[in-house]
């Protein structure tokens, strides 16, 4: 699986930015896409996941974005993306897509360690 990230740039704080993960090559029936964020000399950190759920999925999020990251898929062009409003200057970072080709129980969704593909990542940097 590869996968592509873009959408990142700069933007005012309250801005807006959608993010997308296009994925390509052999991909599960059971997998789940999340996206984490990095600063320099930090650890990465979960911001959402969705995990395919029969022909659905469910969403998780980072408290601190909650209402106001969205995580959606679009299944047809195999894209996964992250709707991005209201941004704080804390948000900034760079915005890493990665996927777990099997399933990922609910509760290490947001572990790094269970996801086996990363896309490239994609800056993300909101001013003040």
């Known amino acids: 699986v590869q996968l592509q990230a873009s959408g990142g740039g700069l933007v005012q704080a309250g801005g807006s930015l959608r993010l997308s993960c296009a994925a390509s090559?052999?991909?599960?029936?059971?997998?789940?896409t999340g996206w984490f964020r990095q600063l320099p000399e930090k650890e990465r950190e979960f911001v959402a996941a969705i995990r395919r759920v029969g022909g659905g999925g469910m969403t998780y999020y980072q408290d601190s974005v909650k209402g106001r990251f969205t995580i959606s898929r679009d299944s047809a062009k195999n894209t996964v993306y992250l709707q991005m409003n209201s941004l704080k200057p804390e948000d900034t970072a760079v915005y890493y897509c990665a996927v777990a080709e099997g399933s990922i129980i609910a509760g290490l969704v947001h572990n790094s360690a269970y996801y086996d593909y990363w896309g490239q990542g994609t800056q993300v940097t909101v001013s003040s």
């Open positions: 090559g052999r991909a599960s029936s059971g997998y789940t």
